[in-house]
């Protein structure tokens, strides 16, 4: 069948779609989300058929992906014809119904969500699988190379090359920012990529680049690795795992996070980096992704799958049950690790404390620090002003102001400070109300956007005492915050 | 916010959604698949906000769906401001969790499909979900309600009212065209409403429509059935359990059939039609919907949801393995019908022995026959010309020529018979080819194509003795069924 081209001048959104006529789609004997075959003039592609009856029985309407890849022009003539489900669609029932996939099968799976070939309705079946059905060690294994096959490799072509990664869900928690100055301050290489915040007041990758820029391509990531050993940069703008985004893009809606995925996912990322050492902190308690019984049951396979991988990984157990440091969104944890960096007296000593811990443990799965001294090692690098320096290296590498100072880093000029009502000791902080208390008052969009926590649990507070204060760069926001705030004072004082 | 409305003059196809720019999304702290509320003049309306870099920043693009209710117009400036996900979202996690869902948490899902306000990945999660979770008899019994309460009800305000149902999976098997009117017959009302083909060579409705039209409303209906007694119409015409088909919809790509939504989509029709006396035929066995263990599940659960909606629900497992009947595809089916109807000698046994067996054990099940004795009567009924005559009524009620005969009735003229290749006996006929032959030759679409089964299983052949005959409307699509059939052949001789 040959048919007009209409142009909708507008994307799809990234699955490949037309629009044809619900005539010709009956025609063609075509169901829901059924495939037709389109030939360019050079080139074919494969596209879902979306019924419109806007568009006339001579037309195909084409959105913009397949425009761009057929080259195609309104009002040329292109031959359509139906095509067979790609065989991943099998594929992925089949796991849905708990069956295991083959290497082969979770390849193909990848590469045709990075292709996009599968629609979201398709992936969001995939997604479900692996929220419902457990993955074997082979299949997060395959489902992880195949992830960081999908797209570029860092390849530094040096070993051995240390990682660490945080599953999340704790505010404040930015460790990253001294366990990668700390180790690379020993020598050892240690090229970091984080994430930006989807529902947390701020990723590693937001708040360091309150200090540098942080998107950087891969030639000056290895260009800055190979001569200082280290970087702290936004995966998310390369092309490095890219089949993760699609599958985060379908998780959302669900707010899912299936433990296949979420291992294949971190696991990914580390593998294209070319990690050989690698520390996974897995923080639990209320308010985190998991109780301890996920933590423990995570940690095992993550050991199992980077052994499959070829890595050394270590796991942590941490408490995640209050906020990390004192500042929580981007510019207010910056402080918050400068601080720290330059072993002032406003370092929030339990920021201090966690990353001395974690820079002990990877020193001493990397072989730079003998059992059990690791530790000693990480806090005099800390302590000596050598971690300080390596940072400034690193943010100079990158773009930024080496010389910056605390004070010099912009928050919020909306300000409001919460006092307590009485006299107590704050009992709990809760993790949930900080990270919505902070999405209203505009982090991580807004760098200055924020909270600082005056108290932690356990500290005593007196009446009228600042508990926390409220920052923000604009008034409405303040005002949205405090409004929720009121209501939802995520400190608990006995 | 205020933005200007660009109209993209297509739809989306079903879910509510409008297109912004991607820093109109970042400002409003968008996700994938989040809402915005979008304030019309008189009312406002919740849609699921894309990204597109092709509308600028002070435009909000509409497709057909969101600007027909708001009345928008190119260049109106609308108030848009973000809204959290509908509480219907959280319920299809907690399923797909494995919890149970409340009667209010089922009806909020079910409006929230009907009314659009989730989009495809959202319901395909709530698919997933019935595909992988167990559904309680009263969360089937729930999601049965709300699905006929989102639609029309026949509410004939008589009593009994008697219904049949298959769930379908083996080609050629027309029993409701006997047992309606066969039932029907001795007074008893039995307003059937039937589906047409998704992947099978013909559903009831499109079988029925060879004789007589079966796209009717609701009026047209209820007075046929008072008058009548019976009908045989397309429910996918009508307002009935509308939910239904938007779940199909996202069933179809990875062809689930999850037991839950199976169970609930078939009692709500049911419901609908105010049914208190219901059969179901489940066939098993090889190319069918079932093996023994998912039919002896299904049986428990139709009788237990049935008797929650009170309903008398009898089930009867029959044998799947091969067609029922001599023609597949729907002109070939109505010819057969006709046969049995008219007594003559060219009428399938098979299809004619399971019809009094179902008619009879309705017929008992309404209390029309003592218990042992309902065969008889249906037998009784269809040799004396009572069925035929109750038949002819329905057509000529529902608008087709009563008087029609078997010969009159158009098969395609692109004919080719298929003939033994060596002596032997029929051992099997493989379901599953015969309708791939049957899709090939062009139905359900063309009436007129489908395949005439000379021989069935048991039957001995002879050399060159013709086994199944092709009929298509279309030398090019016999040609492409003889092509699928020569490496495919349904007929297993021994």
Redesign the interface.
Known sequence: MRLKVKL????A?GPLIV?LNPKIV??L?L???DRVRIMGDKKYIVAVA??????SEDEI?LF?EVQKFLGAEDGQYLAIIPEE?PMS?FS??KK???QRLSKDELYEIVTDIVDNRL????I??F???A???DFSIEETEYLARAIAESGEMLNLGTKPIADKHCIGGVPGNRTTMLVVPIVASTGVTIPKTSSRA?TDPAGTADTMEVLAPVSLDFEKIREIVKKIKACMVWGGGLDMAPADDDII??E?????DPTGILLASVMAKKYSVGATHVLIDIPYGPGTKCDLKRAKDLEKRFVAVGKNLGMIVKTIKTDGSQPIGNGIGPALEARDVLYVLMDDKKAPQDLKKKAIFMAGQLLELVGKAKRGKGAALAKKQLESGKTLEKMREIIKAQGGNPQIKPEQIKVGTDIETITAEKDGIVIAIDNEKIKRIS?FLGAP?DKGAGMFLHKHVGDKVKFKEPIFTLYAESGRKLSDAIGFADSNNPFKIK
């Open positions: 909708l001048g507008i994307e959104g629009a009956k025609s004997d169901e829901p989300a979306d019924v419109s009856a806007k568009i309407g913009d489900k669609v992925i029932k849905l119904a708990g629609t979201q309705v398709e969001a079946f997604v479900a699988a929220y419902t059905r989807i893009k379908v959302h809606p669900l707010s899912l999405k969009n």
